[in-house]
């Protein structure tokens, strides 16, 4: 093979590859892209802040000073950055190079391991990051799943559209043949027994089929308790350094102690607090007590895993009579000293998922590679933002080309309570 005909194979491989990039690439389908020019990501390290929702509040009567004399709404933001650097190398020698089928191959796998580790970033962070929680002691059914995680979403406020699930492989067995037993519904029931597949909205969500899920293992904290009393979060949108700079801050976690009797605790663990009536969720808007327990996960052990010890969890406890307590209350009321912790992830098992699509983001990045120093570099966007970056040479001692297709992406969960894991078979 001639060698302006070996780079227009090449060229036809990765355009190729760059035209189905798209069709292995399921979650990132379902959650929202935000791009930033490069420049502007070298300059500011890789991350920008994204603002989060802003939730407003309102006051009574026609004289509304008091109001204006308060303190400004607050905005908050949260960090995003280019954290997932991928990439998938094959070689080449001089009699391999003889067949471009060969070439089409490595490309083609290539391109499925870089759609997959996008899929599983994505997948993760709505794993370890959502903080809602569907406990279910039976088996996936199908539309009672999902219907209990739509009035969940409801009753906190979370917008009613676009709103995103995934079914691990045999959590989606269930649903399948709820729907392909729908017999006085046409389209579902027929793609459900002859695909086991969902393609349409159930109970208000776009569920999708994941060829992988994230498992969750079973809490291990037997009797864990709250240290002392729990100090609300006041949100606030900067804060001020040691050295008088001025920078944001995120407020989607909070470090509470913890005193472990019996167990431990892990990244992950799911957990509510208190009785009922203590520590309930509200509705973001209106601040009304929903009367069910608001959801915790615990995202970082800060020390101590056993003992006495602190954690990170997420969302933070927020309520309170401050300007921004007010905007993001999240609780009908704070915790008593020494209120005890309840797991509900009590069995090890797939992680479900389920969100609003605005609450992730995937942010694409590209590498900027010299095409003149010996290196032959192909660069190309696909039809949902992704840029893949494929760089490729001939080492002339061994007549072996070596390549590499190469992609930079980030994810962002920005609101963590806008969506939420769905655990099925719990004790």
């Not at 009567?61 to 709404?73: E, L, M, R």
């Not at 040691?242 to 470090?255: A, E, F, I």
């Not at 307590?325 to 912790?341: E, F, K, W």
Request: hydrophobic share 40%.
């Amino acid at each position: 093979m001639a060698a302006n005909s070996l780079a227009k194979q090449i060229q036809v491989n990765f355009e190729d590859m760059l035209e189905s990039f798209d069709d292995n690439l399921v979650l990132s389908k379902a959650v929202d892209k935000y791009t930033v020019p490069g420049v502007d990501m070298q300059r500011s390290s890789d991350t920008i802040w994204r603002n989060q929702p802003n939730i407003a509040i309102s006051g009574n009567g026609i004289d509304a000073t008091s109001d204006f004399s308060a303190a400004s709404a607050t905005q908050l933001s949260v960090p995003a950055n280019l954290g997932f650097q991928k990439h998938s190398v094959f070689n080449l020698n001089g009699l391999e190079l003889r067949d471009a089928l060969t070439q089409g191959t490595l490309l083609r796998a290539a391109k499925q391991k870089l759609a997959s580790d996008i899929n599983v970033a994505i997948n993760d962070a709505a794993a370890l990051q959502l903080t809602q929680c569907i406990k279910r002691t039976t088996a996936s059914v199908g539309f009672d799943d999902w219907a209990l995680a739509d009035a969940q979403m409801s009753e906190v406020g979370v917008s009613m559209f676009d709103r995103m699930g995934a079914l691990s492989p045999r959590d989606g067995i269930g649903a399948y043949a709820n729907l392909a037993g729908r017999q006085t519904i046409n389209e579902l029931p027929r793609t459900a027994y002859e695909k086991a597949i969902i393609s349409a909205d159930i109970a208000g969500f776009n569920v999708l089929k994941l060829d992988y899920a994230s498992r969750l293992t079973a809490a291990a904290g037997v009797s864990v308790t709250l240290t002392g009393l729990v100090t609300p979060l006041v949100p606030v949108a900067t804060t001020t350094q040691s050295d008088g700079s001025v920078t944001p801050k995120d407020n989607r976690y909070q470090t509470v102690g913890i005193t472990v009797t019996s167990g431990t605790v892990k990244v992950g663990d799911r957990f509510t607090i208190g009785a009922a009536g203590l520590v309930n969720s509200v509705h973001a808007i209106t601040k009304v007590d929903t009367g069910t327990k608001q959801q915790f996960v615990i995202t970082a052990i800060v020390s101590g895993a056993g003992g006495t010890g602190n954690v990170t969890i997420s969302p933070p406890i927020i309520i309170g009579s401050a300007q921004s307590q007010l905007q993001y209350q999240n609780v009908s009321s704070a915790p008593v000293s020494g209120a005890t912790i309840t797991f509900l992830n009590t069995v090890t098992a797939p992680v479900n998922p389920f969100w609003q699509k605005s609450c992730i983001e995937l942010i694409p990045g590209r590498y900027a590679v010299p095409s003149d120093m010996g290196v032959q570099v192909l660069t190309g966007t696909t039809e949902s933002g992704m840029t893949l970056t494929m760089s490729y040479f001939l080492d002339i001692n061994t007549l072996t080309m070596k390549g590499r297709v190469d992609s930079l992406f980030g994810v962002c969960v920005n609101n963590p309570t806008m969506g939420g894991v769905m655990l099925f078979s719990q004790s």
